[in-house]
């Protein structure tokens, strides 16, 4: 599988535009890996670093892998990508399924951390968390954390910040 090194500054926008509809985060821990959709993340640069911030419920079965394995792939379908996939990484939990064998996904081999890339959704960003963080809702405003922690979903975000230690593209 051929990759084609990127700069980040360069995909940044393209990666910020795709966040609007979603775009893709696995993480492994021991043989498991696992893709969620995540619409909330940034690129930027913290302590001197190219990061990736993501955002990801407590309940997620993410949350899990990525304090179990500290690494994740940021995995952009930049050609279009099937609902299946979108469906299966964005509702269901990797608790109940296999999502990457059941959406049919390739896993391509990283370079510089243990989780793998997506051919399908080929601009990757390779990921190891330097920080985490815990969101206190108590400190937003009242509309937000209503909209967003109510009682349907009162889990809050943990923030990991991934130092993005490859860019690439997938090409076939
Ligand atoms: C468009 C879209 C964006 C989403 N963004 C996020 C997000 O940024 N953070 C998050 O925790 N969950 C987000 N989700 C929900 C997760 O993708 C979903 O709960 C998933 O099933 C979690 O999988 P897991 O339990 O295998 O980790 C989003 C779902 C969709 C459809």
């Not at 893709?35 to 190219?50: A, C, F, K, L, Q």
């Not at 370079?111 to 963080?133: D, N």
């Amino acid at each position: 599988m051929k990759k084609r090194t990127v700069e980040v500054t360069e995909v940044a926008n393209v990666i910020n535009e795709k966040l609007k509809k979603g775009i893709f985060l696995t993480s492994k821990s021991g043989d498991k890996v696992n893709s969620m959709v995540i619409g909330w993340g940034h690129i930027g640069r913290v302590w001197e670093r190219p990061v990736f911030i993501a955002y990801v419920r407590t309940s997620r079965y993410t949350s899990e892998l990525i304090d179990s394995n500290p690494e994740f792939t940021v995995n952009v379908p930049v050609n279009g990508f099937s609902r299946q996939a979108f469906a299966l990484c964005g509702m269901r939990s990797g608790r109940d399924i296999d999502k990457i064998s059941t959406a049919g996904l390739s896993l391509v081999e990283p370079e510089v951390i243990s989780v793998p890339a997506i051919k399908e959704f080929p601009l990757t960003l390779e990921c190891r968390v330097i920080y985490r963080q815990m969101q206190d809702a108590s400190l937003l405003p009242d509309d937000i954390r209503n909209k967003f922690y109510g009682e349907a979903c009162p889990e809050e975000h943990i923030c990991y910040y991934g130092e993005i230690v490859a860019a690439y593209m997938i090409e076939e």
